[in-house]
C-alpha cells in the first residue's frame, strides 16, 4: 500500500499497488507481468483477488478509530471492469467485508474507454451511486479527451507526467 497524502502532508488514504516478487528473477514491475496476464485472460481473477483482499484491509481498517477516514483506491484493469459480471462482484464484495463504499475509489485508465464510453459511464454512474468514487489514472497516455470526462463520474484526474512533459518550455 502506497499512502496518499493532501497538501498538509496528512495521510489520507493509500493505493493497493500489485507486485511480483518471482522466486528467481525478484521483483517484477507490473508493467511487465500485468499485460501477461491481461493477454492470457487472467487479468479478471488476479483482478477479483487484489480487489478482494483490498476491501479485506479496507474492512479492518473501518474497525479502527485511526484508520476508519482512510480512502483505499485500487487499480482496476480495463479487461476487468469491462467483464459483465464486474458490478454485482464488487457490490457483493463490498456487502461480504461490510465496507463502507465512499472509502473505496476505483482507479481506471482511459484504456476503459475502448469497449465503449456509453457503457463504461452507466457502469461508473450506477457504482457511484452505491457510493464508489473513481479517479482516472495515466491520464494523457490514451483518448485523452476532455469531452469524455465530462460524461464520467470523476472525482479525481490523475495526469501521467508525459502528458505535461515539457509544457513550460512550449
Known amino acids: 500500500y502506497q499512502p496518499q497524502v493532501n497538501r498538509d502532508a496528512e495521510v489520507i ?15 517484477i514491475p507490473p508493467s511487465a507481468f500485468i499485460p501477461a496476464a491481461e493477454e492470457v485472460g487472467l487479468m479478471p481473477l488476479v483482478g477479483n ?8 484491509t479496507l474492512a479492518r481498517w473501518q474497525s479502527e478509530p485511526k484508520f476508519s477516514h482512510l480512502m483505499l483506491s ?13 458490478e454485482a462482484t464488487l457490490r457483493a464484495l463490498i ?11 476505483l482507479e481506471l485508465t482511459e484504456s476503459v474507454l475502448i469497449a465503449g464510453p456509453d ?5 461508473m454512474v ?3 451511486a452505491a457510493g464508489v468514487s473513481f479517479s482516472l489514472d495515466d491520464f494523457g497516455t490514451g483518448f485523452s479527451s476532455l469531452s469524455y470526462l465530462r460524461r464520467l463520474p470523476v472525482a479525481e ?8 512533459a515539457g509544457v513550460a518550455d512550449s
Open 13 to 27: 488514504g493509500a493505493e493497493a499497488l500489485l507486485r511480483w516478487k518471482h522466486p528467481v528473477k525478484g521483483p
Open 49 to 56: 483477488l487484489v480487489l478482494e483482499q483490498a476491501l479485506q
Open 74 to 86: 485500487v487499480n482496476v484493469s480495463a479487461n476487468q471492469f469491462n467483464e459483465s459480471d464486474f
Open 95 to 105: 456487502d461480504r467485508y461490510c465496507i463502507d463504499p465512499q472509502r473505496l475509489r
Open 119 to 123: 457503457a463504461v459511464a452507466d457502469k
Open 126 to 128: 450506477a457504482l457511484k
Open 157 to 164: 484526474l490523475k495526469i501521467d507526467r508525459s502528458f505535461v
